[in-house]
């Protein structure tokens, strides 16, 4: 699976930002779509993921910031922030979680880089 994010950038703080990510290849047995991020001398964190049935999961400290929306069948997920904070910081990567013969997989992008600025 090859996983394409865009949407990254420069933006104020209180700004938005909206990051897709879709995927090509073996996509059809795609269970889950998401976002981790990681800040500059941080580890990578959960941010949010899309799972079967339009299921959503966000990290309980930026609940109310972001909205994940998306579309299995079409292997796309998007991810809309609000009110971006500087410590928002860093390169977001999309991550899907496929199903195969030995399990689930996990497939990670290149990443894309957001950059809040005070």
């Known amino acids: 699976v090859q996983l394409q994010a865009s949407g990254g950038g420069l933006v104020q703080a209180e700004g938005s930002l909206r990051l897709s990510c879709s995927a090509s290849?073996?996509?059809?047995?795609?269970?889950?779509m998401g976002w981790f991020r990681q800040a500059p001398g941080k580890g990578r964190e959960f941010v949010a993921s899309?799972?079967?049935?339009?299921?959503?999961f966000i990290s309980d400290p930026l609940k109310g910031r972001l909205t994940i929306s998306g579309d299995l069948a079409k292997s796309t997920v998007d991810l809309q922030m609000h009110s971006l904070r500087p410590d928002d910081t860093g390169v977001y990567y999309c991550?899907?979680?496929?199903?195969?013969?030995?399990?689930?997989?996990?497939?990670w992008g290149q990443g894309t880089l957001v950059t809040v600025s005070s």
């Open positions: 991550k899907v979680d496929r199903v195969t013969g030995s399990g689930v997989v996990a497939d």
């Open positions: 290849g073996s996509s059809a047995s795609i269970v889950a």
């Open positions: 899309l799972g079967l049935n339009g299921r959503t």
